[in-house]
């Protein structure tokens, strides 16, 4: 079955800096990837997601890049801000008829310090 | 519009009893997930449903577990007997026929099985 890494398990930046986290998938019929923001005591909430068919998606602040031939997709967040801070979760979903299926990464706690 | 719902949102039981956890996908939705979040395993998948019809139950842990979906608005999460390591959050998420991978997560259950 799918098998996604993710790093780092914590990241902590300043205001104002980037953060950038960073996945890895070992199904190469994975075709969505997306990525979920995760705050105390919430459920995970989707922020942005890229198919296999497209190499980067914007929207405003981040952004998620991907690389099909290594197998590897990234989260970037620019002008961070406190609010940002949260559980950031990536995944992939299986190939071949259960592509609703996802295999979520362990998470990343980003903490942004004012 | 209405996100995922789900009840309750706390549960305390003896291990031993009955639990069940309740969903209510967002309307026009076609498929229900039922996920698990503990601090050793993260986010796994339990089971999946599409129009109500369980398709892949093959994450639920062992025959304590069950899942239905008796209409298009309602899904339950049962555990009997309750043992003290099914603590954890559950979530229930949905989403759309034709972006089924694309899915929308309530905001749990936490579960403490004592």
């Known amino acids: 079955g799918e098998n996604v890494e993710q790093h780092p398990s914590t990241l902590s930046v300043q205001e104002g800096d980037s953060a950038v986290i960073k996945c890895t998938y070992s199904d190469s019929a994975s075709n969505y990837f997306p990525w979920y923001k995760q705050e105390l005591g919430k459920g995970p909430q989707l922020i942005i997601d890229?198919?296999?068919?497209?190499g980067e998606k914007k929207d405003q602040r981040i952004a998620v890049t991907l690389n099909k031939t290594a197998k590897h997709f990234s989260l970037h967040i620019t002008e961070t801000q406190p609010e940002d801070s949260a559980v950031y979760f990536c995944?992939?979903?299986?190939?071949?008829?259960?592509?609703?299926?996802?295999?979520f990464g362990q998470g990343t706690i980003l903490t942004v310090h004012p | 519009d209405a996100g995922v719902i789900q009840s309750p949102r706390h549960e305390v039981t003896e291990m031993g009893q009955e639990v069940t956890l309740r969903c209510k996908p967002i309307s026009g939705h076609d498929y229900l997930f039922w996920y698990r979040q503990t601090m050793m395993r993260g986010l796994e998948l339990l089971i999946y449903?599409?129009?109500?019809?369980?398709?892949?139950d093959s994450g639920m842990p062992e025959d304590r577990f069950s899942a239905k979906m008796p209409n298009a608005s309602f899904s339950t999460l049962k555990i009997q007997p309750s043992e003290p390591r099914d603590s954890a959050v559950y979530f229930c998420?949905?989403?759309?026929?034709?972006?089924?991978?694309?899915?929308?997560f309530g905001p749990g259950t936490r579960l403490l099985v004592l």
């Open positions: 890229i198919r296999s068919n497209v």
């Open positions: 995944a992939a979903n299986a190939g071949g008829t259960s592509y609703g299926k996802l295999t």
């Open positions: 449903f599409n129009n109500n019809v369980p398709i892949d």
């Open positions: 998420a949905s989403s759309r026929l034709g972006t089924e991978e694309t899915q929308y």
